[in-house]
């Protein structure tokens, strides 16, 4: 394993290779979605939603458009 010295050189290195090139770097922060919190809020979303109107019409449109791009392969 190399030092660390040696590994955040190289990090800083690519840093700056992708700043020359325009880049910036963006942190993002997304729900665990393996904690058992995330699942049961999944879950309690979904039964909401369950029968609700607008959400018939979201999956006729996503099953729609699946389709077609199953036709494009």
């Not at 030092?3 to 729900?31: C, D, N, Y």
């Not at 999944?42 to 099953?63: H, I, M, S």
Request: hydrophobic share 35%.
């Amino acid at each position: 394993m190399p030092p660390i010295h040696e590994s955040t050189s190289k990090v800083a290195r690519h840093r700056e290779r992708m700043r020359a090139a325009g880049l910036r770097p963006v942190q993002f922060w997304v729900p665990d979605t393996r904690s058992p919190e995330f699942a049961a809020q999944v879950r309690q979303q979904c039964q909401n939603l369950k029968g609700d109107p607008a959400e018939a019409d979201v999956l006729r449109f996503t099953e729609e458009a699946a389709t077609h791009v199953e036709g494009w392969a």
